[in-house]
């Protein structure tokens, strides 16, 4: 039996590969390249990455069925455009969920701590001749505020309830939490009321820019923003203006507006710590996720439900 065509975009591992070429005859041709005849024959593109999937690229693979995407966050994705076309749309949801929220952790921690510029401390030799660093601020027992208790934020507080933090959150509406949790309906007021803030929102047109100049000088000169979500959600224009005035105390952030290509002016800045969006980037992470996704193709040609469809 001739394999199903699909096409591949973005990097894949052995690991990966391994799977999706003993299923399907694998295209790794950029999609403008393809023939029209190999174009018309591809019914199911695993995606990866955060390059835009646009209705013209659908419309330039007429009898597209799935786009399969390898990661939670689907906002490059123009799902409008595929339902109206009957494209479903898959994402790896859930598998990531504990490194993110690990990392977002100890980001926060490696911020409040300076564990970087303390190791420089030591590596050059300041501490013998300079004495010790300068004293920091506590993580435990301070107040956080989560924005978007979706499973990732939701995996941050219950992490951060074991540091004893008082947990605040901003979401569409209230969650279902512990009665202890407070929800605040209005960012901004979320943000005057913690001292750290955690990004942990899906990306797109409802998130853009939430972070907004006021929430920023809400976190105010002695708070801190992480962000593990999407740079799209952050005002980085004013954020990158705070941070520079010391409105703004600190950033850690793994995701920027533009990537990898980020601001150049986060890198001359002493108060950000900078992740190259790595918080799914583990081994075990990566190969769960490209396990659902290859899950979904095979769920898709089976004609069984998809594992974890979007639309
Ligand atoms: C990416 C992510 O999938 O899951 C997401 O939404 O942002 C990441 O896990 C990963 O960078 C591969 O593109």
Redesign the pocket.
């Known amino acids: 039996m001739t394999k199903p065509e699909i096409l591949l975009i973005?990097d894949y591992p052995d690991w990966d590969m391994e799977g999706l070429t003993a299923n399907y005859t694998c295209h790794q041709t950029p999609h403008e390249d393809l023939d029209a005849e190999t174009a018309a024959r591809i019914r199911c593109v695993a995606f990866?990455?955060?390059s835009l999937f646009t209705a013209e690229m659908m419309a330039d693979m007429p009898n597209l069925g799935l786009i399969a995407n390898?990661?939670?966050?689907y906002d490059v994705i123009d799902v409008a455009a595929a339902s109206s076309r009957g494209i479903k749309v898959t994402n790896?949801p859930g598998v990531?969920t504990d490194d993110v929220a690990d990392l977002a952790v100890g980001m926060l921690i490696a911020a409040t701590r300076r564990l970087l510029p303390a190791d420089a401390w030591v590596r050059s030799g300041d501490w013998a001749a300079k004495g010790n660093y300068p004293l920091l601020r506590t993580v435990t027992g301070k107040r956080a505020g989560i924005m978007g208790l979706g499973r990732i934020g939701r995996a941050i507080a219950e992490r951060l309830v074991a540091f004893n933090m008082d947990i605040h959150y901003h979401s569409r509406a209230p969650k279902d939490t512990p009665s202890d949790w407070t929800y605040h309906a209005d960012p901004v007021a979320m943000a005057g009321a913690v001292d750290y803030v955690i990004v942990a929102l899906s990306g797109g047109p409802e998130t853009a820019g939430i972070v907004s100049k006021e929430v920023i000088a809400a976190v105010g000169p002695e708070g801190m923003l992480v962000n593990v979500s999407r740079g799209s959600t952050v005002d980085e224009e004013a954020l990158i203006t705070a941070l520079q005035s010391g409105a703004l105390g600190f950033a850690a952030l793994d995701v920027f507006a533009v990537e990898p290509e980020c601001d150049p002016r986060f890198g001359t800045l002493e108060n950000t710590l900078l992740q190259p969006?790595q918080?799914?980037?583990t081994i075990e992470t990566r190969q769960a996720?490209g396990k659902l996704q290859l899950s979904n193709i095979q769920a898709f040609y089976a004609g069984t439900p998809l594992i974890t469809p979007v639309n």
């Not at 390898?70 to 966050?73: M, N």
């Open positions: 973005g990866k990455g955060h390898f990661g939670v966050g790896t990531l969006h918080a799914s980037a996720m």
